[in-house]
Nanobody, 125 residues
């Protein structure tokens, strides 16, 4: 069982930067791949970024490549999402998720077993 708590969401203007954090309560953090997903009103949940258990392998959604960076600190049980060059279309609830996989870095929401409650990011033009 993993409990995930996101923080860092805010209202910002276009072009700003923001860093989201996700704290994981588990003694086996390094057995999980981690990811950030987002969901805007009326839209499906989509992957933003995912990272393997060792922090070496990463994957990004096409709309955020080059602007967002996912990272993890296994010593602190933390996952981060650095978001630069924010755009109004980045407005969404951002969710942290954990997948008990040491082999694959998945990008489908259905592959992730544990989810946080989400944090709101609003970007105004």
């Amino acid at each position: 069982q993993v409990q995930l708590v996101e923080s860092g969401g805010a209202w910002v203007q276009a072009g700003a930067s923001l860093r989201l954090s996700c704290a994981a309560s588990t003694r086996a953090f390094t057995t999980y791949a981690m990811a950030w997903f987002r969901q805007a009103p009326g839209k499906e949940r989509e992957v933003v970024a995912a990272v393997g258990w060792d922090g070496e392998r990463t994957k990004y959604g096409d709309s955020v490549k080059g602007r967002f960076t996912i990272s993890r600190d296994n010593a602190k049980n933390m996952v981060y999402l650095q978001m630069n060059g924010l755009k109004p279309e980045d407005t969404a609830v951002y969710f942290c998720a954990a997948d008990p996989s040491r082999v694959m870095v998945h990008v489908r929401a259905g592959d992730y077993d544990y989810w946080g409650q989400g944090t709101q990011v609003t970007v105004s033009s």
